[in-house]
């Protein structure tokens, strides 16, 4: 390992693997630095489940081969939604992959590699190093426990949910990064894959049952990987009175009336997290970029972060490619990739977290009533497949004409305004970071209005 590189990657997930190949299309010399070993590098708790349509933008924009042979399990066709009623209520067109989380991780890893990238496992990345107000390297910890410093002219934090890099810039750094995760910011989760006795008969479905016993968003997935295997797991907000709840203890009971104990062999169990956040509306500042889980970069409703993960990191290599052209590491040079991720899944999923909030609010109940009485009807949502945006807005007209509670029309009401100057906020995204903060106040403020108490 050298002192010093044009960028230096943390963390080498889809977002990290990304950036390292979209560095590389640029000729960019590139460390990725990761804390796992490199056999492990990839290895995720995960739903597996990814669109087919951002692992085609990622492979048109960096040559990245969409996954294929052993590194997809099964495709994906539909999105099936559930209540306790018999039959399936609403199917959506989803289509995807579920895939071997762990065997694409380790194929891109090797693509990076194969690219240029030095690949560095074994290698905890401890805070970052700030000179004159800038970012201008990391302290790591190598396997030996052997504290070295690592200079660069742009960092890129894609380090997961933690974003090492972001949570530990000082206070008071500019513009400020440093807030870390907040409990109301994520969900934790416990998922396994499991091999039933029997078929399961959910062949090319991603099931989400949503089931009263579970705290909101109210769900345990059912996600077919094979004609007798499943991906299913459930998590929620630890919170209030589900702050002590135990997540295991949860997806246990709802497995129960599924699939009982003796039906089927538990072939991985893990728990994880996953943010349910808007995208952080800042992720650069001088000398850094940050990508993925580190800026939030999940969906808010569907947990898809693998797509949007390798989408950030496209977007952050070619920002700090135009950035070492011109030798200038500046806020202002590296705004672009604000701009990029806004104009891309950003706007999107700060409108799905009001829509999220919507949901919680309506609850399984509500959502079974409005099943059960038709106002939520296949044809309604079927155009834009999984969960999109434009039908399940179409879905929350629906029920705010049938609301049979008056404060929760209310709460749509304000939540269908909201979401469409969020909307508007996002596509205006500030051209410089001059005015930011007036933005930010603004998008800020609309949260406020809808945001649980
Ligand atoms: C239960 C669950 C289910 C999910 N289901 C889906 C799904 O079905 N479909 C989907 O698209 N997404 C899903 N997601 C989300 C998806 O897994 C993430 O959004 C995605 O992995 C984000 O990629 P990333 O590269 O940003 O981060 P990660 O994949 O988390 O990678 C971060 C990397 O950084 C490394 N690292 C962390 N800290 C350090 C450090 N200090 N020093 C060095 N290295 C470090 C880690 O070892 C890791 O390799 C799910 C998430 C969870 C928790």
Known sequence: ??????????????????????CRK??????????KTKDKIGDKVCGEAISKETSHFVSDKLGIKPPSGIEVNVPVEKLVLKTSLPEDYISLPAIGYMIDRHKYGQRLLNDAINAGAEVFAEIKVVEPILKDNKVVGVKIKDSKHKDKDIFAKVIIDCSGVRGVIRTNLPEGFEPKLSKSLDRSDYASCYREIIELKEEHGLDGKIVLKYEEDIPEPGYIWFFSDGKTKLNCGTGFIKTGENRNKSVKEVYFNAMEKHYPKGSYKTLDGRGGVVSIRPPLWNAVAPGLMV???????????TAEGHGPALMSGYFAGLVASKAIEKNDFSTEKLWEYNKLIFSSFGAEHARNRIL????????????????????????????????????????????????????????????????KKIAKLCQEFPESPDNYQSWKDEIEQLYSKIEKK
């Open 356 to 419: 999220t909030i919507v949901l919680e609010s309506i609850g399984p109940n509500k959502l079974e009533f409005l099943l059960k009485r038709k106002v939520v009807k296949q044809a309604d949502l079927t155009t834009e497949g999984i969960l999109t945006k434009r039908s399940i807005w179409n879905y929350i007209s629906l029920a705010l004409r049938c609301s049979p509670r008056y404060s929760l029309l209310l709460l749509m009401r304000k939540a269908i305004s909201i979401s």
């Open 26 to 35: 640029n000729n960019l010399d590139v460390l990725l630095l990761d804390k």
């Open 291 to 301: 990508a993925g889980d580190a800026a939030y970069h999940a969906d808010p409703l």
């Open 1 to 22: 390992m050298k002192n010093e590189y044009d960028v230096i990657i943390v963390g080498g997930g889809p977002a990290g693997v990304s950036a390292a190949l979209s």
